[in-house]
């Protein structure tokens, strides 16, 4: 049934290519061509870069690799955190989500800023393991075990060591009750300012060799089977709080056709109706994330991580909610999010990436604490201009104008047709339907 | 204690800076250069697009727009969709994720592919409230209330009705047993090849207008306040399942020192372990998310809303687990992965980017129910690839291998070094420390 399709003129609906990955660049958009029938070399060509050095560095960021894509690089102005004002990049496609965070950072940046605070930034790692043998046998040489894993990493964890960082704990899980014989080494890291999957997974395959060394000197009291080692993306315990405060009669600015009050009480229900539901609970946490994974990207830290680790530890009451709280008393608005954020400003592309690196930059190089709290800020940032947009003019109305030139783009208007509309529709609702009219008419 | 900081040549660590986002970009990169006390213009000018025309696009993108992130653009062959063979682009920054991917896909074109089944496309918005007066008044008006609703929507979802969308289902949601008198308008639409984020919202901000104004008429009644008016991004009725079914014996090529009776074993057992435990749960589901931001990103859909759907769906019986499901009976391994999806192949930037444009081409540009299943199928791939590595290698060595390039560019190797890095590791563990003595040696 498999055939090589890379030296046919046209790659069928079902044949099979071997060798893919090996070919070189321009092998592979040949068969592209024949693949799409449409020459899509330049177009491929037209998003590279032109300095070949730089270039080669982006060709080297995936297999099978054709091209860049481009995503908008915007930025925050006006982010106050911890009283240091920042200029915070931010890499995203949804057209409103700057604008979004600019207007909330202009108005926090005049009434004390974002208070930021890392409350913990533990990572852990587990060996999944099988062992049907006692598991009272397992815990009374547990400690002999421990000092084996402790004692067989040390040359992996010197040079985090010496950055302050490393193995801080390494506990065994029974986990029996929820299938049968499994156990877990269950390992706390601190990895300063890295991210630290690479380091995290590499101690814990050592572990795993080792434990299963140390096991089979105790064949007689069972069989231990290691089924995988690897870090967890579950990280409650590397967190960061984010709050805001003011005089509610402050937030007048904000309040839009409400008086600060009703703005303050309008507020408050809004975030409530969010801890109560969950389908209003993911759409606001998902607009936290518009502003966390816009950082994100930016300093080419990993959003799947990111995202993973937010949306488990919202759930991790038993019913999923929203990841902000709110305070309205004696006259003083206070408003938080609680974020669990595993990121870092070495190491993955954080450093190797041109952009990211400018991003970092744009940061003052900021330790991977202080990157929590700005991403947390961002998150923050987005969720209160979104939550006041909603409860005010409705999110609409400034969404669809930011989301004007993508439409009249997308419908093929020209440039006299789009100073046309832009102009008409500074005081109208801009919809996809009212805009196709509007050029056809 | 605001100031203008644009003229200065400085700006301070807590200046704020009025109006940045009426700045012409140039403006804007000479305010980061006093900023950041370097000139960076050249460098963000040298990612912008040669074609005026297109870059334009681009810089249309976001507010405060400055220039374009690059992205790896690959490809992954052989993906097999209900018959269908594909070459799937994704966009992500993990070099793993392409190579992983790819061996799945190249691997289960050659047993039967990936089947997918598009369960629902149902999406959901709400009008939040609060009405102070009798529940069952409001219940027993409510189909007046739903027949104003229907007829004021109907010149908004004409358009989206001609094209087999619509409005399908108003319901009359009592949450007052969360929060004190909070009703909610709950809203079924269908969105055709539209993600449809625009239309829902634009629908239930007219809702929401004619409800508060239907129930003006019966003030002895009580108060309406409506609080907001929003799609959810929870779309556990828009949902996919994506199934891989194969004779256990011809697991072989994946199952590496494994019988493949084993490899299935030890599969099941991973898979097991990521429902029974919330730490493993997560990385296994990032994991499907490695596979399915890389194709949401490369069409040019919002992966926030992807990310947030998925993981609110894995949360949603209580205990957060794994989206996938194994079974290994009378000699067949079938594995499945069932996860929500709200993409589009019409609207946002799907079609007006360019390279989310060329992908979808790539894809032969599919209906947004076949997109569903292509994204899916990406994200098993990368899953099936992960756990693969995970119970029999392990996953540094393959990962490792794959981010040597990246650590050989962070570490500053010349083209020398890199070449005799890439031969000597060949068949050495890779790691960062490894690599650096390499270097210095």
């Given at each position: 049934m498999a055939n090589d399709g890379i030296t046919g003129n046209h790659i069928s609906k079902t044949s099979i290519i071997s060798g893919f990955s090996k070919l070189n660049r321009d092998e592979r958009i040949e068969l592209l061509r024949n693949n799409t029938g449409v020459d899509i070399a330049p177009e491929l060509d037209s998003f590279l870069h032109s300095n070949p050095v730089l270039q080669q560095t982006f060709s080297e960021y995936s297999e099978n690799y054709l091209t860049n894509f481009f995503l908008p690089f915007g930025v925050v102005p006006n982010v106050l955190v911890n009283g240091e004002m920042y200029l915070v990049p931010m890499v995203i496609?949804?057209?409103?989500?700057?604008?979004?965070?600019?207007?909330?950072?202009?108005?926090?940046?005049?009434?004390?800023?974002?208070?930021?605070?890392?409350?913990?930034?533990?990572?852990?790692?587990?060996?999944?393991?099988?062992?049907?043998?006692?598991?009272?046998?397992?815990?009374?040489?547990?400690?002999?075990?421990?000092?084996?894993?402790?004692?067989?990493?040390?040359?992996?964890?010197?040079?985090?060591?010496?950055?302050?960082?490393?193995?801080?704990?390494?506990?065994?899980?029974?986990?029996?009750?929820?299938?049968?014989?499994?156990?877990?080494?269950?390992?706390?890291?601190?990895?300063?300012?890295?991210?630290?999957?690479?380091?995290?997974?590499?101690?814990?395959?050592?572990?795993?060799?080792?434990?299963?060394?140390?096991?089979?000197?105790?064949?007689?009291?069972?069989?231990?089977?290691?089924?995988?080692?690897?870090?967890?993306?579950?990280?409650?315990?590397?967190?960061?709080?984010?709050?805001?405060?003011?005089p509610v009669e402050e937030l007048a600015p904000m309040s839009g056709t409400y008086s600060p009050d009703d703005f303050a009480h309008r507020f408050k229900l809004a975030v409530q109706m969010a801890q109560a539901d969950v389908s209003r609970a993911v759409t606001h946490n998902k607009g936290i994330y518009n502003g966390i994974d816009g950082v994100v990207l930016a300093t080419g830290n990993d959003w799947r991580a990111v995202e993973a680790a937010g949306h488990a530890y919202a759930a991790q009451n038993g019913s999923y909610r929203a990841l902000s709280d709110v305070k309205v008393e004696d006259g003083l608005f206070e408003y938080s999010i609680t974020v669990p954020l595993a990121v870092g400003t070495v190491g993955g592309l954080t450093k190797s990436h041109p952009m990211a690196a400018l991003a970092l930059k744009m940061l003052r190089n900021p330790s991977a604490k202080k990157l929590m709290g700005i991403i947390a800020a961002l998150g923050m940032a987005n969720n209160f201009s979104a939550v006041t947009s909603l409860i005010t003019s409705g999110i609409q109305k400034g969404h669809m104008k930011m989301h004007l030139p993508n439409l009249l783009s997308q419908l093929g208007a020209t440039e006299q047709q789009k100073a046309a509309a832009m102009e008409y529709f500074k005081n109208k609702v801009v919809s996809y339907s009212a805009v196709s009219s509007f050029l056809t008419a």
């Open positions: 496609e949804e057209s409103s989500v700057v604008a979004a965070a600019s207007r909330a950072a202009g108005f926090w940046a005049q009434h004390g800023g974002f208070k930021t605070e890392v409350l913990g930034t533990k990572k852990k790692g587990q060996v999944h393991f099988i062992w049907n043998g006692q598991g009272d046998f397992l815990k009374q040489i547990f400690p002999k075990i421990e000092a084996e894993l402790y004692l067989n990493t040390e040359t992996i964890t010197a040079g985090m060591k010496s950055r302050g960082g490393g193995i801080t704990d390494i506990g065994l899980v029974d986990l029996t009750s929820k299938l049968a014989n499994y156990y877990q080494l269950d390992v706390v890291f601190e990895t300063a300012d890295a991210m630290g999957a690479n380091f995290i997974n590499t101690c814990l395959e050592e572990m795993a060799a080792t434990l299963k060394d140390f096991m089979t000197g105790f064949a007689q009291q069972g069989t231990l089977e290691v089924v995988m080692s690897i870090l967890s993306n579950h990280t409650p315990e590397s967190v960061v709080k984010c709050t805001l405060t003011c």
